[in-house]
């Protein structure tokens, strides 16, 4: 099953699909994974000759999808890599040839398309006579056309012409697809007026899309002079010979009076009742049994035997004409006998002239009847009269010929139409041609049959399916009148314009496109469109809103694009991805800040498409990345940024920023009673860190700020100053200290220091003791359970992390 989605808006997208789903569900049963189905067949079908191989291309309209493949007779074919279609040249050698092309999209969209495939076989034909009869005054024959090797059958049109003109059409009804054998039978009564038959069968093979040229059988003459005909008694003198005017092999055989013979000796007419004549001809017996009646005897001429002898002298000029009506004519009739008395003209029409005994003519100056039959006759000395006849057609080109559809609707692609061929007023019709053309292109003759002579309204009718490729061609219809080989006027209609109308689609656009900023406008894209009638088109930016095509693309503008074409009969969708480049430029601050030992960045992105490449410039040279900032990186940057469409430039100041530093460790000083201390508390960093004295107030301390120096003076210092101050330095980075001991005179070295060697001692000896316990506490366990090794765990090596970041500096 193949469901069509229009591929349109992507907001209603989702609940078309449900919709489709649910109706899959609903019909089908079962759920087809293929929800729009993007398969692109060319040829869309494949109609061949059996033997003969056909390459098919698949495709599919959207490049996005897993896998194509084709199965060709149960063999799979693989798309190759480097291609976008697959491929393959198909053998018809077989009457059933299942194909289908597959496209996978992903897991859950999978879609097939079958491939419709005719393999024909154009027929070989023979005609031949199967039988024939004979019953009064007329011959019934029965023909047989053999049509063989043809498929398939239920194609096949079998076509009888008698005269050239269709006479009937058999069609084969069947499924079956293999060639076969065919036969089709035609029996014809043939009248003794006829002077001949011709007839022939054509088989022809209609496919959809184009008819294949007709296999045509060879032309069987059947004469109706095989038998004598009344007409020739009346006009026979004495002994004629019925055979010379027979065509037939073995010549056939008169029986009269139960004598066999190839001649015959006819009676006078006013005595002439008729003759019983049988003949025959060949193994597939007929037996002709005709009687030939003179008819009326009383209208019968005078005795024509000479009749014979004055037609071989007689000379009618022309002898057969062509004439328009309304126009003039002029026939001369002359008899070259000296038995002849008078030679004249037998007419309602026109004047007549007799210039000498032996020659007369006739004169109508307008000919204002369709059916003229004047008769030329001549008188003899003996008092004959015999009559000649020329033949006169009188005809008459149309008044118009024009081409009108049958159906006035628009003409959709796929579908058959009819057009109608109207001819008004023509004559004789039974020699009217109707051709149809496309551009100049004969398509189709269509023979008319009539025996009216007065002029005629005549149609002719044309169906063709609509292709694409039809539209805007031209068809027309032409009236023939095919009156001699160097008379055939011929009255064209105006050419009738086929608009084909049909989906509309993409014929070339690129999938991508990229442009320079404020260059380019929609409208300057190569996208051509198809479809009738020209469909329009509708661009729409990646925010879904309607772009307006002239306006000049920005840099904010690139995204993927729709394009919408749509006419009366359909819309089709496609995406353009389209990429606006510009030259880089900056929006950066003039300052920016960084901490110590971090990695140099860049601290603010330059715009630009492509991505411009960043090079860092410090005093006019270039700078590699830097891992471990120090405070001498401080300094002015400029960051150049540079794309294929320029260059742009930025200076900056960077900051290094670091955390208090102390320049001394921790100190300790002796307080002389009595004097002045002053004690300093300072420390570097950036920022400039903040600084402050921790310490147990007093009477006699006194703080002071100069500078960054955090000044404690201790005046006139006593004993009771003694003790631990300690300076605190931070800023945003870190927080350090750094502790001074005041210690009392004289106590500096006894106190702490004698404390100090106990505790060493106190330690040595509990140390020691463990030692021992330890030793023992081993050598007791090895002896029971035997050796161990002790392996410490290593704990993992703390590493400081410090954290860069480009502060902004307001
Ligand atoms: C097959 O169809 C694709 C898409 O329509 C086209 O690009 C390709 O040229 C075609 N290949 C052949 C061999 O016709
Ligand atoms: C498969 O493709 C169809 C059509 O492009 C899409 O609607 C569907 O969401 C896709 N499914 C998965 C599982 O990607
Ligand atoms: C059709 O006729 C031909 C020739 O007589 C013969 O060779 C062929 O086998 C026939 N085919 C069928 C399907 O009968
Ligand atoms: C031929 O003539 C016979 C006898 O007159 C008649 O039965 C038959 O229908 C005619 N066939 C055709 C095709 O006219
Ligand atoms: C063959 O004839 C059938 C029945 O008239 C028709 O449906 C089919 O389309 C024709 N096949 C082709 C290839 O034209
Ligand atoms: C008829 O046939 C005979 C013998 O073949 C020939 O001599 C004669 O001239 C023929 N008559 C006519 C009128 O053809
Ligand atoms: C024709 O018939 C008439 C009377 O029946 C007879 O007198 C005459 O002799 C016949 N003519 C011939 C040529 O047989
Ligand atoms: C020919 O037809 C006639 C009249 O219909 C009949 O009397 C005669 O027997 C027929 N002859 C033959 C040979 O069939
Ligand atoms: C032919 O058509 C014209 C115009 O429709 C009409 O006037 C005329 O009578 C028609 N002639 C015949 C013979 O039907
Ligand atoms: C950095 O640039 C500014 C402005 O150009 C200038 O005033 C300043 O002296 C420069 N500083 C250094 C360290 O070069
Ligand atoms: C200590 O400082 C005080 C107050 O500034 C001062 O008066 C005194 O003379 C100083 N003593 C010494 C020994 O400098
Ligand atoms: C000063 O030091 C004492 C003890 O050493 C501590 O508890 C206190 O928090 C410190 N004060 C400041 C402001 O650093």
Known sequence: MRLLGSGGSSTTLPLRMLVILTLTILFCGSVDSCLYNPIFLYPPEIIGEYGRYAFLNCSSESLDYNDIFLTVKGQTIDKEPYKNYVGHLIKLDDWNIDAKCSVHINDTHKCYTDVDITVYKSP????FVKRKDATGERMQWELQCDIFNVAPVQNLTVRWYKNDHLIRTNSFPGTTKAAVNESSLLRVNISREENAALFRCEAQLNMRSRSLPAAVSQTINI?????????DVTTAHGSFNLTSEAETTPPPEFVEANTVSHRLNMPKPENFTGINCSATEDDESATLNYTLCVGDT???????????TLKKALRITPPEMVVRYGDSVVLNCSVDDPELILVSWETDYGSHEEINPSTSTLTIKKVESWILKPICFAVSTNGFQCTWEPVITVYKTPDSVSVTAVDPGPMIEGKEYQLRCNIQSVAPV????????????????????????KPQNETSFWTFPLERGDNGSTFRCEAELQLGPELSPRTSSAPYTVLVHYKPSFKRCPDRHTVVENTFRISQLQCETDGYPPPSVKWYHPSQKPTDLNKML???DSGLYRASVSNSIGNYSIFVDITVEYPPSFNCKTRYEAKM?????????????PPPTITWLKNGAEVFSTRHLTKEHSGNYTLKATNKHGTAQHT??????????????NTSEEIIPGQNMTLDCSAEGNPEPETHWNFTSAENLHMATVGRHKIMTITRATSTNAGHYICVASNKLGRVTRSVLLIEMGKTSDGPLSGSVLWIIICSIFLTLLLVF????????????????????QEPSQIPMINITAAANP
């Open 597 to 609: 030992n971090g990695e140099l960045k860049t601290p603010c992105e330059p715009e630009g498409s």
């Open 554 to 556: 920005t840099r904010t």
């Open 430 to 453: 039974n020699k009217l041609r109707v051709k149809w053309y496309r551009g100049d292109e004969c398509l189709h003759t269509d023979p008319k049959n009539s025996s009216l002579l």
């Open 652 to 665: 900056f100041y960077l900051e290094i920023l670091y955390p208090p530093e102390f320049n001394q460790g």
């Open 223 to 231: 004469s109706a002079n095989e038998v004598p005909t009344a007409r």
């Open 774 to 793: 330890l030793v023992v506490l081993f050598f007791y366990k090895k002896r029971k359970r035997g050796k161990y090794n002790v392996v410490k765990n």
């Open 124 to 127: 070989g034909v023979d005609l």
């Open 298 to 308: 009383t209208k019968a001429h005078p005795p024509e035997a000479t009749c014979d």
